[in-house]
Antibody, heavy 121, light 110 residues
């Protein structure tokens, strides 16, 4: 079955960096674009970034553009999110998710459980 | 990349129908067929209930239906049940190849 498992969250000071990982299994990783979505405490879902199935195209929300980098390693079936220059408003649970179907332009029905990032001094 | 506009809350009694709106622009909702809806019970993973404006994934009840008119998409839930009480989020593909979510709507089943 499809499984997505995030890791790498924690408490970090403002301005520092953190790298999140999302290990994927149960499907052909190379066939699907992958997304990062976050949810701040008490807030709604916020889309963060997407990477195409072959890794050649990457798009970001305005709130993280220039600070976050999404990447993937097909040999490890793993998605990454490198987060630099972290700010207090980046505090959130970060979830990885698979696109709905190849080329589907939407987040589908497979999500990780989330990893919590807390930015605080 | 402004969030799509959803009502903060809606409510209905068991058996009734409710509709949640999702207002965007011609650069997102109005411009593409890629509008989806997720149901989110706190503490659980979001569940996809509608994709491509009006398609339902297999296994999702036909009590859930989606539509779009101009720049506004809608989710209708008919025959409300207690287990439908959750947060609902719309999302859309945009002209800059990004995605955008709505602010979320809390559904209360009275």
């Amino acid at each position: 079955q499809v499984r997505l498992v995030e890791s790498g969250g924690g408490v970090v000071q403002p301005g520092r960096s953190l790298r999140l990982s999302c290990a994927a299994s149960g499907f052909t990783f190379n066939n699907y674009a992958m997304h990062w979505v976050r949810q701040a405490p008490g807030k709604g879902l916020e889309w963060v970034a997407v990477i195409s199935s072959d890794g050649s195209n990457k798009y970001y929300s305005d709130s993280v553009k220039g600070r976050f980098t999404i990447s993937r390693d097909s040999s490890k079936n793993t998605l990454y999110l490198q987060m630099n220059s972290l700010r207090a408003d980046d505090t959130a649970a970060y979830l990885c998710a698979r696109e709905i179907y190849p080329g589907g332009k939407a987040v589908g029905d497979y999500w990780g459980q989330g990893t919590l990032v807390t930015v605080s001094s | 990349q402004s969030a799509l506009t959803q009502p903060a809350s809606v409510s209905g009694s068991p058996g009734q129908s409710i509709t949640i709106s999702c207002a965007g622009t011609s650069s997102d909702v109005g411009g593409y067929k890629y509008v989806s809806w997720h149901q989110h019970h706190p503490g659980k993973a979001p569940k996809l209930i509608i994709y491509d404006v009006s398609d339902r994934p297999s296994g999702v009840s036909n009590r859930f239906s989606g539509s779009k008119s101009g720049n506004t998409a809608s989710l209708t839930i008919s025959g409300l049940q207690a287990e439908d009480e959750a947060d609902y989020y719309c999302s859309s593909y945009t002209s800059t190849s990004t995605l955008v979510f709505g602010g979320g709507t809390k559904l209360t089943v009275l």
